[in-house]
């Protein structure tokens, strides 16, 4: 046998291994994956209090949505938003029409130019006497 087929030989038997530590590895992280998914969700986590405004009807913002609200009856006003874009502007829009309080929640907040503008908005609110609530969740 040659010497070049012998390390031909060799760097398939190594290809093979690593294939197979692979494939190990990935049932490994799926059956991870499937028991940690069936695991039951912590009850214990803190909660925050929610309070329902006094009569929510009387905001600028309630009176401009009220004549669709009254030709839909048992529709909701839900409405998906498809970009970063739209949702970041709906969120601006929200925090400076706001009346009477602002209540962020949020999964993450990166140190960027979109979190600067929606803080700042925040803060805004705050100085024109709204409650500005937040909760990392």
């Known amino acids: 046998m040659s010497k070049s087929r012998g390390a031909n030989l060799q760097f398939g038997a190594d290809v093979r ?3 197979y530590r692979c494939a190990y590895g990935a049932m ?10 069936c695991m039951s969700s912590r009850f214990d986590a803190p909660r925050f209090p929610s309070y329902a ?14 004549p669709q609200l009254s030709t839909s009856p048992g529709r909701s006003g839900f409405h998906l938003l498809v970009s970063g874009a739209e ?44 409650h500005v609530d937040d909760h990392v969740t």
């Open 17 to 19: 291994c690593f294939l």
């Open 28 to 37: 490994a992280l799926a059956a991870l994956a499937m028991t940690t998914s």
């Open 53 to 66: 405004l006094d009569k929510p009807e009387l905001t600028a913002l309630a009176q401009s949505y009220s």
């Open 87 to 130: 949702a970041f502007a709906a969120r601006a829009a929200l925090a400076e029409a706001a009346q009477r309080t602002l209540e962020l929640q949020y999964y993450i907040v990166a140190h960027d130019s979109t979190a600067t503008l929606l803080l700042d908005a925040a803060l805004r609110a705050a100085q024109r006497g709204l």
